[in-house]
């Protein structure tokens, strides 16, 4: 595991969601979901403990919450989402510990982008 204490998760929670709700297309697409930021930061700082901690604080269903809202997601704000990310991550922690955030988070990405957008028997849009 890598060492990430509640704390320093989150910041880059807290840092990150602040440069997502400024950008000119995520900011708004969250801003329409989102009715509680503290709460809502406060899970997301859940998640990423339980995934990079193996902490088990987070209970909810991040395929669901996507799954929602899926009309409005296109992969390519996935792409977006993950550069924020990558550079959030880069500016907080060492190398290491920014590739490994970097990598789950892609992870991720792949699999809620596959369950949303890929159709066998339709056009597949996770490649779009």
């Not at 509640?6 to 697409?29: C, I, K, T, W």
């Not at 409005?72 to 060492?94: C, H, I, S, V, Y």
Request: aromatic share 10%; glycine share 8%.
């Amino acid at each position: 595991m890598i060492p990430l204490s509640d704390d320093d998760l989150h910041a880059l929670v807290r840092d990150f969601y602040a440069a997502v709700r400024a950008d000119a297309e995520l900011g708004p697409l969250f801003e329409g979901v989102v009715a509680d930021w503290p709460e809502h930061l406060e899970r997301l700082t859940g998640f990423w403990s339980s995934v990079m901690t193996g902490s088990g604080r987070y209970k909810g269903d991040p395929f669901g919450a996507h799954a929602a809202i899926r009309d409005r997601l296109r992969p390519e704000l996935f792409a977006r989402w993950l550069a924020l990310w990558g550079a959030a991550t880069e500016r907080r922690f060492p190398p290491a510990v920014a590739a490994a955030l970097q990598a789950k988070a892609a992870r991720i990405a792949a699999s809620l982008q596959a369950g949303l957008f890929f159709r066998p028997d339709g056009p597949d849009r996770s490649a779009a």
